[in-house]
């Protein structure tokens, strides 16, 4: 069993397809099958991934341009035929659109989502990332399996690549096992200390690409504040590229900037404690695979307030305060309503971790291996 796990030794790896990997195959070590044997592919030029629990394996070395993820959407297909031939492999899996063009072996690819296919005006504006998408999308619709993180992302894989829903299973992701939120209180008191955030603050965790639609987070955090003088909002995220984004919506939107802070990127028990201090998650995405934040939120114990776009709703469920998504009037006052409701807060907070707790990456290890039998030679 062949397993893309470069991911881990890239920016990808605090994003939500190196901790897709790192922790499925963290689930792969405790499972331990009798029956698989494992081989993961790395990046020889890039340092080794972080320590971690991983199944006894073999390695197949690869190597990739400085900024890997461009050099694997437009040279996978070439490259990777070349570097798994005669490997012997039985079965690989792409944890995110990386198939070889020509291979002697069942592929399995899982999907996140097809955000490139929804806003192609920002995904693939540029020639690399048009070809690697239109050609990474032909090789998937040719995969043997196709594993979808959501109910909303197989429907959109069936209607938009035109794959037989037999062909695709979803298996849900959970939330990263060593994720310890502390409690509600520790949390305030941590987002004090660190970032100078009052004790009510309502949080966002996530990038700043058009459909996270900031804009919107903005405006519905705005119609709050005018009448909640104590209220923050507390934005999570690298400050990297994406946050032209942001800052253009700071820009053009009457959201209070000194009300509205800032931390960039922060570490996993930072993040955790700021989830657990949060009044709620505010979630304004247009469009989610699967809703990783919103998951983390429940963990914690956070209830989430937000769009039902894309697999949220099927993360949040009943701990939550979902509206139809676009609908900016609705999630101010969804947001309103559940600040002002002390008995709303208390059911939805009294919900959030059983909720979360549905999701397990056991369960999501046992389900993924289900596939690769079902395809495997």
Not at 75 to 93: C, M, N, Q, R, T
Request: neutral net charge; contains cysteine.
């Amino acid at each position: 069993m062949a397993i893309d796990a470069r991911h881990l030794q890239t920016v990808a790896r605090v994003r939500g397809i190196g901790r897709y990997t790192r922790n499925l195959l963290a689930a792969f070590a405790r499972r331990a099958p009798r029956d698989v044997e494992w081989t993961l592919l790395r990046l020889r030029n890039f340092p080794a991934a972080d320590p971690g629990l991983l199944p006894a394996h073999d390695d197949i070395a690869t190597s990739r341009l400085r900024r890997p993820e461009l050099s694997m959407l437009a040279l996978d297909p070439v490259l990777l035929s070349l570097e798994l031939a005669g490997k012997g492999i039985d079965v690989y899996h792409s944890t995110q659109l990386s198939l070889p063009a020509r291979r002697g072996f069942p592929a399995v690819v899982t999907i996140h989502d097809l955000a490139p296919l929804i806003w192609p005006a920002h995904y693939l504006r540029l020639p690399y990332s048009r070809v690697g998408h239109a050609w990474q999308y032909a090789l998937a619709r040719r995969a043997d399996a196709v594993i979808a993180v959501s109910d909303a992302t197989k429907q959109d894989v069936v209607e938009r690549l035109g794959v037989p829903a037999d062909r695709v299973t979803v298996v849900p992701e959970a939330v990263d096992s060593e994720f310890d939120p502390p409690p509600a209180d520790e949390g305030r008191a941590l987002a004090r200390a660190r970032f100078a955030v009052p004790d009510r603050y309502v949080l966002y965790v996530g990038q700043f690409d058009p459909r996270k639609n900031v804009r919107g987070l903005l405006r519905a955090f705005a119609a709050v504040a005018d009448r909640d003088k104590q209220l923050r909002l507390v934005i999570v995220g690298e400050l990297g590229k994406l946050a032209s984004h942001l800052r253009e919506a700071l820009d053009v939107e009457r959201a209070p900037r000194d009300r509205v802070i800032l931390t960039g990127f922060v570490d996993d028990a930072t993040l955790a404690a700021l989830y657990a201090g949060a009044e709620c998650l505010l979630h304004a995405a247009l469009m989610e695979g699967f809703g990783l934040t919103a998951l983390e939120s429940l963990a914690a114990g956070t209830p989430v307030v937000g769009y039902a776009g894309g697999a949220v709703a099927e993360v949040v469920g009943d701990a939550g305060l979902l509206v139809p998504s676009g609908d900016e009037d609705a999630l101010a006052t969804a947001l309103g309503r559940f600040l002002d409701d002390e008995s709303l807060r208390a059911g939805l907070r009294g919900r959030a971790r059983s909720r979360a707790a549905a999701f397990s990456w056991d369960r999501a290890a046992d389900e993924t291996l289900a596939v690769y039998r079902s395809v495997g030679r």
